[in-house]
């Protein structure tokens, strides 16, 4: 049976954090809240819980295209090549904040994803989420779990979401009400920034 835990976003409680970053050491699926709409996560060292959030989506792994949660910056360049300082100045403007960036992965990457040559990174102005991957050491990987045909109301209530994911998740977050606007999506990898999604982050910081 799945947990449904109420984590209150100004002030987490180190316990309830510590119990959700234990889940997602024994290969858990979480839902929690982020700056945009409710996110589906695991850890992004666990095979089999990445394995198992591919098959809810209907995707093929090393198809899939999820964000890599992170805490702060210094955490981005895991995973990400030596980036020049138009880009770092760009996401040091952004970050934290509602903004997916797409920026070219380097060898450190999990080997799910050494295939990638890119991937989306994030880091939500969220307590909740950035707590969970601070004490967790290392990125969360994710995807929302906004779907384009529901009633809206399954993406921001996270009662709802509890009702509709508990046989599938092991943990839900109830983090209070979530928006129902996914996040900017803005592509860096290029020599251009492209934005591929406009969405709850605001284009002025290009």
Same mark, same amino acid.
């Given at each position: 049976?799945?947990?449904?835990?109420?984590?209150?976003?100004?002030? /987490?409680n =180190?316990?309830?954090? $510590?119990?959700? &970053?234990?889940v997602?050491?024994?290969?858990?699926? *979480?839902?929690?809240?982020?700056?945009?709409?409710?996110?589906?996560?695991?850890d992004?060292?666990?095979?089999?819980a990445?394995?198992?959030?591919?098959?809810?989506?209907?995707?093929?792994?090393?198809?899939?295209?999820?964000?890599?949660?992170?805490?702060?910056?210094?955490n981005?360049?895991?995973?990400?090549?030596?980036?020049?300082?138009?880009?770092?100045?760009?996401?040091?403007r952004?970050?934290?904040g509602?903004?997916t960036?797409?920026?070219?992965?380097?060898?450190s990457l /999990?080997k =799910?994803?050494?295939k $990638?040559?890119? &991937?989306?990174?994030?880091?939500?102005?969220?307590? *909740?989420?950035?707590e969970?991957?601070?004490?967790?050491?290392?990125p969360?990987v994710?995807?929302?779990?906004?779907?384009e045909?529901?009633v809206?109301?399954?993406s921001?209530?996270?009662?709802?979401?509890?009702?509709?994911?508990?046989n599938?998740?092991?943990?839900v977050?109830?983090?209070?009400?979530?928006?129902?606007?996914g996040?900017?999506?803005?592509d860096?990898?290029?020599?251009?920034?492209?934005?591929?999604?406009?969405?709850?982050?605001?284009l002025?910081?290009?």
């Open positions: 049976m799945s947990q449904f835990i109420k984590i209150y976003p100004d002030n /987490p =180190e316990a309830a954090i $510590k119990k959700v &970053v234990d997602l050491k024994n290969g858990g699926l *979480i839902i929690y809240p982020t700056d945009t709409v409710y996110g589906l996560g695991c992004i060292t666990n095979t089999k990445l394995e198992r959030i591919a098959k809810i989506k209907g995707i093929k792994l090393e198809k899939a295209n999820f964000s890599f949660v992170c805490h702060d910056l210094s981005i360049s895991d995973y990400v090549k030596q980036i020049d300082t138009s880009t770092f100045k760009i996401l040091k952004a970050l934290p509602p903004y960036f797409i920026l070219p992965g380097n060898n /999990p =799910e994803f050494k $990638k040559t890119t &991937v989306g990174i994030r880091v939500p102005d969220n307590n *909740i989420a950035l969970i991957v601070k004490m967790l050491g290392n969360i994710s995807t929302s779990i906004h779907d045909d529901e809206l109301e399954y921001t209530d996270p009662e709802l979401i509890f009702e509709k994911w508990q599938l998740v092991d943990l977050i109830d983090g209070g009400y979530g928006d129902n606007i996040s900017t999506i803005i860096l990898s290029g020599h251009e920034p492209e934005v591929i999604r406009e969405g709850k982050g605001s002025d910081i290009l």
